[in-house]
């Protein structure tokens, strides 16, 4: 009778020190993609040369935990992160997606990963971005370094230890906390003035993205007029130096209306080879709001301005030259800033935008398949978007019309009538008259606050809508396509994706510390 009450005793205190993984779905609690989930685990990664423990556990990964080999190793990775996105935003722009293809049955293009997750991520962009770059997650606030000031290898840094180009795009500033932490180091993410002086040094050979205001200064900003696209005015803060360290480190610079014009007409004839490298900088802070930018009377003004998948196409034929390969990355931002102002409405036209982009890189795999990599994942979720299965599939069995033919007044009559929504004549006729004046040539963007308002008013209706203006606790994608890709299936941690990477790649582990007289 002891030795059965002393084996029960064992078996509770085995039980009750194993991690639980929980990953609960208000509707499938037994499916992978869920709505709600805890954190992963409370096992540790070791860290080279540094006895520092992680601010946040997460999962050891073996030395050697897959069985395939690695001999063939991807030639192009491309590392898309959409900042604040979580599962519940995959679901908002497959509404706006189908809505604009006035097709119920149409899917975007994340869809199309052969490998879909859900992991685990951080509380903001600074710790998820450095986790994301490096491997290890941090304080909150700090750019790809410990909590003792140790300076973190990045992957860009492994890429190009390696012989890969690089790049880095972003629609929010260089220097926001998640661009920088893939080309910086600093104590602080509001340090913009320490994270543009190192961006000169970080040998990245394409840079392009907004943010001019952190990196130029007075007496370098002579073509610029102090008024950006967004008509806001420019106080720049950059050294009066900074400019120089990007001459001398072989970049070609390109900023304001006078250096879209100028990088239009130079960016093909650039040659990553021949030791060209690019930094551009289109926008003050970030770049604009597709919501904001295609509204009538910006067209002119605004519709120089190269979207996220432009730049993605520029950077993909200029790193491409490289026979080595390249390693990009991606941020789409503005996910996350309109997630902060609560406009469901903007957030869905911003997903549109990650699913050009996305569009953008699949035609590249199409082409070279036994090649590429393509990730795509976030650094934390925000607005703590509400969803539920039955909510979503009540939208997908509503009735359909043809939304950007129809006048203004009878789809009003057919959103109150057949899909029980209320959107007032004036913003409809708006909206439709935008569309109409063909100001971009392109019913993408003509209609987009159409097909946006229409998405936001069927989603909160029936229960797919914004409880926060904050980040959250939620998990957030790790899709993969590609060569490798299969290997991504046991991630559970968004910190364990570059420590993949390296391994697949055969580069040298991170996270790591660089050395302090390096």
């Known amino acids: 009778m002891r030795r059965v009450i002393f084996l029960l005793f064992c078996v509770i205190i085995v039980i009750s020190g194993c991690s639980n993984l929980s990953i609960i779905s208000e509707s499938k609690s037994n499916e992978t993609i869920s709505n709600e989930q805890e954190s992963v685990s409370d096992?540790?990664?070791?860290?080279?040369?540094?006895?520092?423990?992680?601010?946040?556990?997460?999962?050891?990964?073996?030395?050697?935990?897959?069985?395939?080999?690695?001999?063939?190793?991807?030639?192009?990775?491309?590392?898309?992160?959409?900042?604040?996105?979580?599962?519940?935003?995959?679901?908002?722009?497959?509404?706006?997606?189908?809505?604009?293809?006035?097709?119920?049955?149409h899917e975007a293009y994340w869809d199309s990963f052969s490998q879909q997750k859900l992991v685990d991520?951080?509380?903001?962009?600074?710790?998820?971005?450095?986790?994301?770059?490096?491997?290890?997650?941090?304080?909150?606030?700090?750019?790809?370094?410990?909590?003792?000031?140790?300076?973190?290898?990045?992957?860009?840094?492994?890429?190009?230890?390696?012989?890969?180009?690089?790049?880095v795009i972003s629609n929010a500033s260089l220097t926001d906390a998640t661009p920088a932490t893939f080309s910086s180091h600093a104590s602080g993410r509001s340090k913009s003035a320490d994270i543009s002086e190192k961006l000169a040094f970080s040998g990245i050979d394409f840079l392009a993205g907004g943010g001019m205001k952190y990196i130029l200064s007075e007496d370098t900003a002579?073509?610029?007029?102090?008024?950006?696209?967004?008509?806001?005015?420019?106080?720049?803060?950059?050294?009066?130096?900074?400019?120089?360290?990007?001459?001398?480190?072989?970049?070609?610079?390109?900023?304001?209306?006078?250096?879209?014009k100028e990088y239009n007409a130079l960016i093909g004839t650039l040659d990553v080879n021949a030791g060209d490298k690019l930094l551009a900088l289109?926008?003050?802070?970030?770049?604009?709001?597709?919501?904001?930018?295609?509204?009538?009377?910006?067209?002119?003004?605004?519709?120089?301005?190269?979207?996220?998948?432009?730049?993605?196409?520029?950077?993909?034929?200029?790193?491409?030259?490289?026979?080595?390969?390249?390693?990009?990355?991606?941020?789409?931002?503005?996910?996350?800033?309109?997630?902060?102002?609560?406009?469901?409405a903007t957030t869905a036209q911003?997903?549109?935008?990650?699913?050009?982009?996305?569009?953008t890189i699949f035609n590249f795999y199409y082409k070279h398949p036994d090649e590429t990599l393509i990730i795509m994942t976030a650094d934390h979720e925000c607005g703590y978007l509400k969803y539920t299965d039955e909510a979503y599939n009540t939208i997908l069995n509503l009735p359909t019309i043809d939304w950007k033919d129809t006048d203004y007044k009878d789809l009003g009559s057919f959103l109150v009538e057949e899909c029980d929504i209320y959107i007032s004549a004036g913003k409809l006729r708006e909206y439709k008259e935008t569309g109409v004046q063909d100001l971009w040539g392109?019913?993408?963007?003509?209609?987009?606050?159409?097909?946006?308002?229409?998405?936001?008013?069927?989603?909160?209706?029936?229960?797919?809508?914004?409880?926060?203006?904050?980040?959250?606790?939620?998990?957030?994608?790790?899709?993969?396509?590609?060569?490798?890709?299969?290997?991504?299936?046991?991630?559970?941690?968004?910190?364990?994706?570059?420590?993949?990477?390296?391994?697949?790649?055969?580069?040298?582990?991170?996270p790591e510390v660089i050395d302090a007289d390096n």
């Not at 770059?133 to 190009?160: C, F, H, V």
């Open 43 to 105: 096992i540790s990664i070791e860290i080279k040369t540094t006895s520092t423990p992680l601010v946040t556990p997460v999962p050891q990964i073996s030395s050697t935990p897959f069985e395939p080999e690695l001999s063939q190793k991807p030639k192009y990775i491309f590392y898309i992160i959409g900042d604040g996105m979580g599962y519940a935003h995959l679901l908002l722009g497959n509404i706006y997606e189908k809505i604009l293809h006035n097709d119920w049955e």
């Open 121 to 167: 991520a951080c509380g903001e962009s600074s710790s998820g971005g450095t986790a994301l770059a490096t491997g290890y997650i941090t304080k909150e606030g700090l750019i790809s370094q410990t909590p003792n000031g140790e300076k973190l290898y990045t992957i860009m840094d492994r890429a190009s230890d390696n012989g890969y180009a690089t790049g």
């Open 222 to 260: 002579k073509k610029w007029n102090d008024v950006d696209l967004a008509s806001r005015t420019v106080s720049f803060k950059g050294s009066s130096f900074i400019m120089d360290d990007f001459d001398t480190q072989g970049y070609n610079s390109f900023w304001g209306t006078e250096g879209i």
């Open 282 to 344: 289109f926008e003050t802070e970030h770049m604009l709001f597709q919501s904001y930018k295609y509204k009538m009377k910006r067209a002119d003004s605004c519709g120089s301005e190269p979207d996220l998948d432009e730049m993605t196409q520029d950077a993909i034929e200029f790193l491409s030259k490289d026979e080595d390969g390249f390693l990009l990355m991606i941020e789409q931002a503005l996910i996350d800033k309109s997630c902060h102002y609560n406009d469901l």
């Open 350 to 359: 911003e997903m549109h935008m990650m699913d050009k982009t996305l569009e």
């Open 442 to 510: 392109d019913d993408d963007e003509d209609y987009s606050l159409l097909h946006g308002i229409i998405t936001e008013a069927l989603c909160e209706n029936y229960g797919i809508y914004s409880r926060s203006d904050q980040h959250s606790g939620l998990p957030v994608p790790c899709y993969t396509q590609g060569l490798k890709s299969e290997m991504f299936a046991d991630v559970n941690h968004i910190s364990e994706i570059p420590l993949l990477i390296t391994q697949i790649m055969e580069w040298e582990s991170l």
